[in-house]
């Protein structure tokens, strides 16, 4: 425990922290190499080094590896010196851990370029903060992105060079090969990085992915979570959550950088010098608890480029790993306990908050990580000795959701506590700096935390929340004068009847220059519903849309490779210049109709499908639920996000036991097995994601579906024309495998509850059609891809509210085809062990207001459903054309283009390009 007595010391650390003098010696000197030097730094150093050791140096430089030969050459020296093995025990498993170290050395090579580079433009730099960074599997997208030179010689980026982007992963292909590897065998050893969940880190994903595509100076900052959310296991149907130990075999992608080490404190109290009368002066905080926040870098490479930017994630470590006195006296298990206590801090991503302690170990995640980043952020631009006045001019950081908002606040601290900064200049350069990206238009998804317990965590954090409030408020007071209901409306301060809460939103708005939403409807949405008193505050100019887009290497290229060379061949691009400017897919548009053509197309989609199948098998240990002889004519409807009612796998699984009950009734009142599959034909319904392991109806959910999948499945008399299947633990390297082989994906959210969505662009990238509401993106989406080529149905936005007036204060009646699946659930015909079990979910409808309005959409779902059969199955000409339409003009969703967006309108950002 730190010694809250010793002010000095404190306050000694902190300023260390930043110290203006490069060569101070709390900085270390590898920091200060890793991080960057100015010209004139390295100008100085040069003249330093004597003539015979920089030969020396340059005699015996690092190149990269530019041809098989030189792979194999790195490969091996890595089995046999990093790995210690040799060439009689290296398995798959050493052969991925030895490939992986191998491109990465060439990576770091361009990394280390790349940071010079950057460092000696001395442009603005782009730092972005995001709780969740979804990367799936490394190796194979760094095969893809990498170039690969004509000789190992370091002679730097030509056109020759740049143009062989896509070469490199058939190299190493064929030299591994050689060495006695499937390329393919080796990249499933790679576990996928547990360092998210669901859209949001995978949008940050992408977003790195195309800055560093983009050649701009951009950092990650993001946790290094050891078990990432968690591992889900199905049993008996229930989703188990187990940890996900993805770090096991280490992680090659990944540098440690143990000499890069920042102390946050906890707790404690504020400290006044006796001058100082206000909260708005500088002021010490004495920590009662200090951890250490130490850095591992993963290089971040863009394609076609040598650009190759960093995601540096933070993983807490005590100050004191063991406590020997203790370990001593015989106390074993408190020798250890700071080191699990501080260790805990990065453990799992999203603690359950379900509780008090895990409440407040999600507010110490997310302060960790903000003032780790921070810091980080304000000592590389010390070194500039630039004034702080231009800090906004040199930096913009872009808040990803309200999980990183208390970074505003830590500025803010740092500039006033630590710099001596004036107030209200402090707050000019914070407000100028930050920028804000809101995911949600409902109100309980907004982040809130307990005054109480953020003044126990972080009591200087809460002054300073106070003091940005006051003086908020004072400015909306003088422009709306009298108006107390409006400012007890947007105040950061949430008073209740219980308790005071911190609304994790409204600070980020008030520190932020901009504010944007993440599709055109959900930017209208916030305008008018949950931000609108600061529209009327800020005014409009303030809050603007940047739609959410996907970065089309993963999303296309590693995850279609098929599709990819099809358009490739298709459009006469054999350097594939469109994964780039995927205007370019436009071209696709004339072969539509053309028959040879679509045949091509849906070869591509039934490869993807048997593909599927096979993961599905494996999954199901070993047991094919899908008929393979009948593949090409069963419609794959695939459902596959994070679990949650608003986003309603409810209403699917509904659809799906009403096509049950529908089809049991022709067969029961005397219709053929031809004639049913003539109105149902064969369809498999797939479902995947997670639910919060809290979230009791979620789980409910997923309990629901595998229970439907068990009778359904093992019903002989519907002859195979349905089934249904859960995929478990879903992520990204699956969602390569399932994505390229939807027919048909479901985004069926109620209207005007999903922000964006990005798996929508993600299955229309890849020849998918969707069935979904007029919501998020699919607005958008429809917009570019043509409403003849998306099956839409469902209520609009502007009517929900008035649909769940009604079902309050109404008595509506609920559907007929509805009600009939609603008994039969409630009948525990799925569940004949325990009727009961899903009452919850059929009360929520009947009982308790149908807030995700399930049965005011319930027809036109079903509908929808029907014309997509009949258009699959009995126009398969019209469904090629419609698939080949919406990949023609999905390039508006490209991530690259959201880059340009926000570094044009927000940032105000450059790229730096390779000479």
Not at 108 to 118: F, L, M
Not at 203 to 225: E, H, I, K, M, Q
Not at 237 to 243: A, C, H, L, N
Not at 830 to 837: G, I, K
């Amino acid at each position: 425990m730190f010694n809250a007595r010793r002010p000095s010391l404190s306050k000694t650390l902190s300023s260390d922290l930043i110290s203006e003098d490069p060569n101070a010696p709390h900085v270390p000197r590898l920091t200060r190499r890793l991080t960057g030097f100015l010209p004139q730094e390295i100008k100085a150093i040069e003249t330093k080094i004597p003539v015979q050791s920089r030969e020396l140096w340059n005699k015996h430089k690092v190149r990269k590896f530019g041809t098989a030969e030189e792979f194999e050459e790195k490969f091996i020296s890595h089995v046999e010196w990093t790995l210690a093995r040799s060439l009689y025990n290296c398995d798959d498993l050493a052969a991925y851990q030895a490939t992986s170290q191998s491109v990465r050395d060439n990576l770091v090579i361009d990394w280390n370029k790349t940071q010079q580079r950057q460092t000696a433009r001395d442009g603005k730099k782009v730092y972005y903060l995001s709780l969740e960074f979804l990367m799936g599997r490394a190796l194979d997208n760094a095969l893809i992105n990498m170039r690969t030179d004509t000789s190992s010689q370091d002679v730097g980026p030509t056109d020759e060079t740049l143009t062989k982007g896509n070469t490199a992963r058939e190299m190493i292909r064929n030299a591994m090969k050689d060495l006695g590897f499937k390329l393919e065998d080796v990249l499933e050893q790679e576990p996928d990085a547990a360092l998210g969940n669901g859209g949001l880190g995978r949008l940050a994903a992408c977003f790195v992915d195309s800055l560093a595509t983009g050649n701009y100076p951009a950092w990650g900052y993001g946790l290094r979570y050891q078990y990432g959310i968690f591992a889900q296991k199905i049993i008996d149907g229930y989703q188990v959550e187990t940890p996900d130990y993805w770090l096991n075999f280490s992680n090659p992608w990944e540098i440690e950088r143990s000499e890069i080490q920042v102390p946050i404190n906890f707790y404690g109290y504020v400290h006044r010098p006796e001058s100082e009368k206000t909260t708005t002066s500088p002021s010490d905080w004495i920590g009662g608890e200090r951890v250490l926040a130490m850095a591992h870098d993963m290089p971040i490479p863009g394609f076609k480029t040598p650009t190759v930017n960093n995601l540096r994630l933070w993983s807490a470590k005590p100050t004191t790993e063991f406590d020997f006195s203790k370990f001593n006296n015989g106390d074993y298990k408190n020798s250890v306990e700071q080191q699990q206590r501080a260790e805990s801090i990065t453990a799992v991503l999203y603690p359950n908050d379900n509780f008090d302690q895990g409440k407040e170990l999600r507010l110490k995640q997310q302060y960790f990580w903000c003032a780790a980043s921070l810091h980080d952020i304000v000592r590389r631009f010390k070194k500039n000795k630039r004034p702080w006045s231009e800090f906004p001019d040199a930096i913009a950081i872009q808040l990803n959701d309200t999980h990183p908002t208390l970074a505003i606040v830590e500025l803010q601290r740092v500039l006033v506590d630590l710099e001596k900064l004036d107030w209200h200049k402090a707050w000019d350069i914070v407000t100028k700096t930050f920028a804000y990206t809101n995911h949600t238009v409902m109100q309980e998804a907004l982040e809130k935390w307990p005054v109480g317990l953020l003044g126990h965590l972080l009591p200087r954090h809460l002054e300073i929340i106070y003091d940005i409030n006051w003086f908020f408020l004072q400015s909306v007071e003088k422009k709306f004068p009298h108006d107390m209901d409006l400012l007890s409306r947007v105040s950061v301060i949430e008073e209740g009847s219980q308790e005071r809460y911190v609304r994790m939103a409204f600070l980020a708005i008030i520190g932020s220059h901009k504010v944007n939403g993440v599709a055109e409807l959900h930017s209208d949405l916030i305008k008018s519903t949950i931000f609108q008193d600061f529209v009327k505050v800020y005014g409009a100019n303030k809050f603007t849309n940047v739609t959410n887009g996907i970065t089309p290497r993963r999303w296309l290229k590693q995850a279609n490779p098929k599709l990819a060379e099809l358009i490739s061949e298709t459009i006469n691009d054999p350097n594939d210049d469109y994964l780039l400017d995927m205007s370019k897919l436009t071209e696709l548009a004339k072969y539509a109709e053309d028959e040879a053509f679509q045949k091509k197309w849906n070869d591509v989609k039934q490869f993807n499908k048997s593909r599927l199948a096979d993961l599905i098998k494996r999954l199901n240990n070993g047991v094919d639920i899908i008929d393979r002889d009948h593949i090409r004519n069963t419609l794959f409807d695939i459902q596959v996000k994070r679990i949650h009612e608003y986003k309603r796998q409810q209403l699917n699984i509904f659809g799906v036991i009403n096509r049950y009950l529908c089809m049991k009734e022709m067969l029961q009142s005397g219709s053929s097995i031809d004639e049913v599959a003539e109105r149902y034909p064969r369809k498999v319904s797939i479902f995947g994601g997670k639910s919060a392991p809290g979230y009791y109806m979620a789980k409910l959910i997923i309990k629901l579906v595998n229970s439907v999948a068990e009778v359904v499945n093992n019903d002989a008399e519907i002859c195979d024309l349905l089934k249904v299947f859960f995929i478990p633990d879903y992520n990204v390297s699956k969602a390569e495998i399932i994505t390229p082989a939807s027919d048909l994906s479901e985004h069926i959210s109620t209207a005007g509850t999903e922000a964006s969505g990005t798996s929508n662009m993600k299955f229309v990238m890849n020849g998918g059609l969707i069935i979904g509401t007029v919501d998020g993106a699919n607005v958008e989406i429809t917009r570019e891809i043509g409403e003849d080529n998306i099956f839409l149905f469902g209520n609009l936005s502007e009517n929900v509210e008035e649909l769940r007036y009604n079902h309050q204060f109404q008595n509506t009646s609920l559907p007929e085809a509805l009600v009939k699946v609603l008994n039969a659930v409630e009948s525990g015909a799925f569940s004949p062990q325990n009727a009961s079990e899903f009452r919850p979910l059929i009360d929520s409808i009947k009982h308790q207001g149908d807030y995700y309005l399930v049965s005011d959409d319930f027809d036109s779902y079903v509908a929808t459903q029907d014309l997509v059969d009949q258009v699959y199955h009995k126009d398969k000409k019209e469904w090629l054309k419609k698939s080949i339409l919406s990949v023609a003009n999905v390039g508006f969703f490209s991530s690259d283009r959201c880059i340009e967006e926000y570094a044009e309108t927000i940032w105000n950002a450059e790229p730096v390009k390779p000479e």
